[in-house]
């Protein structure tokens, strides 16, 4: 299913086992500034579908990961531990061994056409990017979103990157047949705290506008605030503009949560913050002395935060909650295709 692209570095002999995976993972280079340290290994997935495990208070029961790893490279990403189980490290090994899935698409097709399959809502972005650098260059997403228009299976996408607007032409085909919707993750406007905690992101104000774009085409689209760190991206007035250019853009809803640090990403973590603030490496201790995640009365401070008129607001709870349950309904194929609301 993969083309050879002329800017990729190919060592056919270059060769890797992956925990998990039968087969040796090919692993290839691209000839391109942003990839120059990074090593992509492609395999053949057994299976396109993830169960979530029914104790998650997810609103959706299955999801897609055409990519494990993740070149953002944002320093709060919960998704880092995930990396362990290929004998990696959630730190610069999940930044710069990327694995590709390259028969998602085709596996995903046979699934869904599987008696056995009920139709439920996908959800796409709930552990690494979909839309990180390397989709442009393996276009995985193209196949899964053909897959998902021709079998009328509801669906939808987080992302950090306005690259979703490349197959903004499919999203419009599986929404005349299914509910899909879209949520552009921006958890920060502010140069500064951007560019310290999503490195390699594409510019809030590109997804903001992505967002717009979306709405505009009739994709409902919102905005995740998240994560809120204290201290860092949790100024009222910051969030405000957050929330006042959401509104501008039409986004259908806006959802946030504050940080948690569970495993391995609470020592990564901290370890960035001892080098960008340490004067918030103190308060960070006290906050998560007790555990992963923040003590209950400062979560209702920064939940007050996004209690805002003028956006709807998805509850805090739904963690990379892409929609609430009204949405993952399958809608029947003859209905219209604009849904106009994420409630």
């Not at 259908?252 to 603030?277: A, D, K, N, P």
């Not at 308060?283 to 555990?291: K, P, S």
Request: glycine share 6%; with cysteine; proline share 9%.
């Amino acid at each position: 299913m993969f083309v050879r692209w002329s800017n990729l570095t190919i060592d056919e002999e270059q060769r890797a086992a992956l925990p998990g995976y039968r087969e040796p993972a090919v692993v290839r280079h691209f000839d391109a500034p942003e990839a120059l340290d990074v090593r992509f290994y492609e395999v053949r997935a057994k299976s396109a579908l993830n169960r979530v495990p029914e104790r998650s208070r997810m609103p959706f029961r299955w999801t897609i990961n055409p990519y494990r790893g993740c070149t953002h490279a944002c320093v709060y990403c919960f998704a880092r531990p995930t990396h362990t189980y290929l004998d990696m490290d959630a730190g610069r090994d999940f930044e710069r061994e990327i694995v590709v899935k390259v028969n998602v698409p085709e596996v995903l097709r046979a699934e869904l056409r599987r008696p056995s399959w009920r139709g439920e809502h996908i959800a796409m972005g709930t552990n690494t990017d979909p839309y990180q650098w390397v989709e442009g260059r393996y276009r995985l997403m193209r196949g899964i979103w053909e897959v998902l228009r021709d079998a009328a299976n509801p669906c939808s996408v987080l992302t950090k990157s306005p690259l979703l607007l490349r197959d903004l032409p499919l999203l419009k085909e599986v929404a005349a047949r299914t509910s899909v919707s879209a949520n552009l993750s921006i958890p920060t406007i502010d140069e500064r705290a951007w560019r310290a905690t999503e490195p390699h992101t594409p510019h809030p104000r590109a997804r903001m506008e992505a967002v717009a774009e979306l709405n505009r085409n009739g994709i409902p689209t919102g905005i995740l605030v998240a994560p809120l760190m204290p201290g860092i991206n949790d100024d009222p007035q910051q969030v405000e503009t957050i929330l006042t250019a959401a509104a501008e853009a039409g986004a259908t809803g806006i959802g946030g949560i504050g940080l948690h640090l569970r495993g391995e990403v609470r020592g990564i973590f901290l370890e960035w913050l001892r080098s960008y603030r340490p004067d918030l490496v103190e308060h960070y201790e006290g906050l998560y002395a007790r555990g992963p995640y923040l003590p209950k009365d400062e979560q209702q401070r920064l939940n007050g935060l996004l209690r805002q008129p003028q956006v709807p607001r998805i509850g805090v709870r739904r963690l990379r909650g892409v929609e609430p349950p009204a949405v993952a309904r399958r809608r029947p194929a003859e209905r219209p295709a604009v849904q106009e609301s994420l409630f």
